[in-house]
């Protein structure tokens, strides 16, 4: 894993290189009818959105928000380009906003909505599947709701 990295939060000006990291991890992790939610996401929920730059590129992006449970905090919209995935770029990302999560008051769990396609990745870092919903997302695409406790 590079040492030369960047974690930041997001800014406008990085909405570009991220749907075009959207369009380079579609179909393979994300369906099309996403593209509309993380717009909205980016416009209007992104005060906890960072990206990862390696050199001058945004390698990675991820963030996290308030639940409407009290308590719990969402990961949310984690993707890394797809000639940088592998590289650790994801799991520093994550790592990071667990370390940011656990510093906040009266946070008892964190919590993330992703896909068959990725939840063996969120278990590495100790998060548990406590539900499934078939075709969540898109046809194809089912929602797997994982749990980690911070307490």
């Not at 996403?34 to 945004?58: M, R, T």
């Not at 770029?89 to 990725?118: H, W, Y």
């Not at 046809?139 to 406790?149: A, K, L, Q, S, T």
């Amino acid at each position: 894993m590079p040492d030369q990295i960047i974690i930041r939060k997001y800014t406008s000006s990085d909405q570009d290189s991220i749907l075009e990291m959207l369009r380079l991890n579609t179909p393979a992790y994300f369906a099309p009818e996403e593209k509309g939610d993380l717009i909205n996401y980016l416009n209007n929920h992104s005060e906890n959105y960072f990206v990862v730059e390696y050199g001058k590129a945004v390698v990675s992006c991820g963030g996290f928000n308030y639940s409407d449970e009290k308590g719990v905090i969402r990961i949310s919209w984690d993707m890394v380009d797809p000639q940088y995935q592998g590289m650790g770029f994801g799991s520093r990302l994550t790592e990071f906003r667990i370390e940011m999560i656990k510093q906040l008051p009266n946070v008892k769990r964190i919590s993330v909505r992703t896909s068959q396609l990725a939840y063996k990745y969120y278990e590495r870092f100790g998060f548990v599947l406590e539900e499934v919903k078939k075709d969540f997302w898109a046809p194809g695409f089912d929602m797997y709701r994982m749990e980690m406790n911070v307490e």
